[in-house]
């Protein structure tokens, strides 16, 4: 069996990408994939078997860099508020960037709902989960007060959805980063001012 190179596989999909953000799936080939890279067609069905395959690598790309970029929020060394602003803002600008760099995004988030439909239910969980760490380890350090987590990281969730318009919609309406800051900024508020009002947590020495 023939061994794949990964960096080759890396610089197909990144050439599929480019050429479904420019033309869209309907009118990009496995052949014009396979010259854009400088490889045979047969050499591109070793690494994707179709285009629905790409598709797939496509969002499955995506996903990772969502995962990579979490990790590095998360283990960093700012506070609980810089970290959720961060997150947050780190989302709504790769949003940003998918929905302004290509008219076929709606077209292409079909699509990989179609072929891979459990893949936005994992990206959901997973940014569930990141916001419930980040606010957890608010309310750990003394600088949030929150009595029911998922119940606030739900609210949260409600209040920000508007600055995430659906993949799948044609025309979008464009969200200010600014006013999602205020947003942030707000329950931020909210859960610190809990906290100074709330009595501090015991130290217990051994």
């Known amino acids: 069996m023939q ?3 990964a960096a080759k596989r890396e610089a197909i999909l990144n050439a ?3 050429r479904l953000r420019t033309y869209g799936i309907q009118k990009t080939t496995m052949q014009e994939i396979a010259k854009d890279v400088g490889i045979a067609v047969g050499t591109l069905y070793l690494y994707f078997k179709n285009k629905d395959d790409i598709l797939i690598a496509s969002a499955e790309s995506y996903a990772q860099k969502h995962i990579t970029d979490a990790v590095e929020i998360l283990n960093s060394q700012i506070s609980p508020s810089e970290k959720l602003k961060a997150y ?3 989302r ?3 949003a940003l960037d998918t929905r302004q760099s290509t008219s076929h995004a709606a077209e292409l988030a079909r699509a990989v709902i179609r072929l891979k439909p459990e893949l936005l239910e994992e990206q959901t969980t997973w ?3 990141n916001l419930q760490k980040i606010i957890q380890s608010g309310i750990d350090t003394n600088l949030f007060c929150i009595d029911n987590v998922e119940q606030d990281v739900e609210i949260f969730l409600y209040s920000i959805a508007y600055f995430f318009p659906i993949a799948t919609t044609e025309r979008y309406y464009e969200p200010e980063e600014e ?3 205020m947003v942030i900024d707000w329950f931020i508020k909210q859960w610190s001012s809990r906290a100074e009002l709330a009595p501090r947590k015991q130290q217990i020495w051994l």
Do not use: P
Request: aromatic content about 6%.
């Open 127 to 129: 940014m569930r989960e």
């Open 16 to 18: 599929a990408k480019q």
């Open 88 to 90: 947050i803002i780190n």
């Open 3 to 5: 061994k794949l190179d």
């Open 92 to 94: 709504f600008r790769a």
């Open 179 to 181: 006013k999602l800051c």
